[in-house]
């Protein structure tokens, strides 16, 4: 746990293989509770954008830690009347002991890694969401029992999410497809970390084509077509993503023990069909819920937490 102890995770290019592998591995001991930490620290939540999953789930880690939470909710405090952001970070660090932070610019988050000195992490940017992919990597790794040498395709938009499973898959050693339309691929400069990471070991394969993609593929995954701060677009967007649906049929081009992946909240009957997301070969709930199990080994390393009786 020492290697992360003070550290910001703005991406999951902060962190080196092993330090991800060792993430993975303590999640799985607090998921199942072969020992307990105590971390008596306080975490603050300042979430621009609305949350589920990601306000839940470091609240209940925070809290199963021993520690307590603080929601800085924007709209209640000065930074919605336009206090600058590094004025607002310098304050913040006098308080806390880790703050998390989701909001659009991945530029706003890394001024106030800059000008707090507790650790930040990166709870969700219209760049990355690290948080989310170590989930996806524990519950790929539960299904699995290894990472190495597995495919991955994710069909849909090039987001935050498909930027940081190509960083993820990189890391841990497996192939990531990712099929978009045309106009919609994923950050360039990402796609280019991705496979500067990869080193030739593994594939980051961009595609058009979600059947080319998914044939022969261990994981599927998607997302909405229209993230936050999208939504103006959606009813465009529908006829150019209809073709990038995980349907029955896509599926059965996967290997037959291939799992189904979504981030949540889904959109049933457009980025994903009633029976694929209910069916046999999801592990959405799984992926849900270890968010929580993946937050708190984040928390426990980047806070130094102890062992408790």
């Not at 996967?254 to 189904?260: D, K, N």
């Not at 799984?286 to 929580?292: D, F, G, H, I």
């Amino acid at each position: 746990m020492a290697a992360l102890l003070g550290r910001d995770l703005l991406s999951l290019s902060d962190i080196s293989p092993t330090e991800l592998q060792e993430l993975l591995q303590l999640a799985t001991q607090l998921k199942s509770q072969q020992f307990k930490l105590q971390c008596n620290k306080v975490l603050g939540l300042l979430f621009s954008k609305a949350s589920t999953r990601t306000r839940v789930s470091f609240t209940v880690a925070m809290y199963q830690l021993g520690g307590q939470v603080i929601d800085l909710n924007p709209n209640v405090t000065q930074v919605s009347r336009g206090e600058p952001l590094q004025d607002t970070a310098r304050v913040l660090d006098r308080y806390l002991d880790v703050l998390a932070i989701r909001t659009f610019a991945q530029q706003d988050l890394e001024t106030f890694a800059h000008y707090a000195k507790i650790p930040v992490i990166n709870a969700l940017t219209d760049a990355e969401h690290p948080c989310q992919i170590l989930a996806d990597l524990l519950t790929i790794q539960e299904g699995f029992g290894t990472l190495a040498g597995l495919t991955l395709t994710y069909v849909g938009d090039g987001n935050n999410v498909a930027n940081s499973l190509m960083l993820g898959c990189a890391l841990v050693g497996m192939n990531v497809r990712i099929a978009t339309p045309s106009g919609y691929e994923p950050d360039s400069r990402i796609v280019e970390q991705a496979r500067a990471i990869a080193n030739n070991k593994t594939e980051v394969l961009l595609t058009h084509d979600p059947e080319l993609a998914a044939k022969g593929s261990a994981v599927l995954y998607t997302d909405v077509w229209a993230s936050m701060g999208q939504e103006a677009e959606a009813d465009n967007r529908m006829p150019i993503f209809e073709p990038y649906q995980i349907s029955e049929q896509l599926l059965s081009l996967a290997e037959p023990e291939a799992i189904v992946l979504h981030c949540l909240p889904a959109h049933r009957g457009e980025e994903i069909t009633e029976a694929v997301i209910e069916g046999s070969q999801s592990r959405v709930w799984e992926q849900a819920e270890n968010r929580l199990h993946a937050q708190k080994a984040l928390l426990a390393s980047i806070l130094g937490a102890e062992f408790r009786s």
